[in-house]
């Protein structure tokens, strides 16, 4: 077996062939040399011609693909294959439809080294909108041909803003001076050492519909002692794709409440009970919880 790579690409995906496209080509230009990294693609059960479309990049990619039966909506299932099956000490999730800069992977890793434990790294992520949809205008301005140059005009003009700057007004960019950074560790793109991911038990696969289950992991990655930060450095921007709205805000208040009967801790009950629009409210409230009512990360 060759060296060991420096870290694992998980991208879980569900008939989304052509996002799924975009997202290999991006990891083919990433600075970091392809023989340092590996992607696992794994299908949730698609219909489309995604297996054609992962294993048209085995040449240029060090790629495995997995498919598992369409079982309704199991995508904490697909990235906990892709955890098992990782040979690198860190797990980069990212969605189809996701580019990534080139410096991207990079970037992730000197976050890991930097940091001293494990650590869980949040990127920059354009077009990461509050509805959840990607940003209805990104599309309009990306060059698939220059797209650092893309992002980085993005950057420049302050456009398609990933939604978390919110939170970075708010607090800042240091997540070690907030009591609940796990709030915005959100898959679409983010890293975390695989070993720690193992030991909290990866994703929780009881979350069968859209939300809550990346954010139930940082939790637990959190109370386990993983230092989160952000690297606004690791740059991606997101393609729009569709999403039924209505119905998906649902699925993530019905997750939250799961997350309340599973801990029945003060933090997550808060959570649970703020309305979607003072999301961003949560650290200030954690904060003002009395001492003895704020949940212990060993517990």
């Not at 048209?56 to 099956?85: M, S, T």
């Not at 801990?263 to 409210?281: G, K, M, N, Q, S």
Request: proline share 5%.
């Amino acid at each position: 077996m060759s060296e060991a790579p420096r870290c694992t690409v998980i991208i879980p995906t569900y008939n989304r062939s052509e996002l799924l496209s975009h997202t290999l080509e991006s990891l083919t230009r990433q600075q970091l040399p392809a023989d340092q990294f590996e992607v696992i693609v794994v299908d949730d059960g698609s219909t489309d011609d995604t297996a054609d479309a992962a294993t048209h990049f085995h040449d240029r990619l060090d790629l495995r693909y997995h498919h598992q039966p369409d079982e309704g909506f199991r995508v904490a299932a697909a990235r906990n294959i892709g955890i098992a099956d990782a040979r690198s000490p860190i797990c980069v999730f990212t969605d189809a439809g996701v580019l990534l800069h080139t410096d991207n992977l990079t970037q992730h890793l000197a976050s890991h080294q930097a940091t001293p434990g494990p650590a869980a790294v949040l990127p920059y992520l354009y077009g990461l909108s509050d509805s959840g949809e990607g940003g209805e205008h990104v599309a309009e301005r990306l060059d698939l041909h220059d797209l650092d140059g893309s992002i980085e005009r993005l950057q420049a003009k302050r456009e398609c803003r990933d939604i978390r700057e919110l939170f970075y007004d708010r607090y800042g960019e240091d997540l070690t001076r907030v009591p609940a950074p796990w709030q915005i560790f959100w898959t679409g793109n983010a890293s975390a050492d695989t070993a720690q991911l193992r030991a909290v038990g990866g994703f929780d696969e009881n979350f069968r519909t859209w939300g809550g289950e990346d954010i139930d992991l940082g939790y637990r990655l959190h109370r386990a002692g993983t230092h989160f930060t952000f690297n606004r450095h690791a740059k991606a921007v997101r393609l729009p794709r569709t999403k039924m709205r209505d119905v998906a805000a649902d699925s993530d208040r019905r997750n939250l409440r799961y997350m309340t009967e599973k801990y029945r801790t003060p933090v997550i009950d808060l959570l649970a009970e703020l309305p979607r629009e003072r999301y961003f409210d949560f650290n200030e409230l954690v904060a003002g919880l009395p001492a003895r009512r704020q949940p212990d990360r060993g517990r």
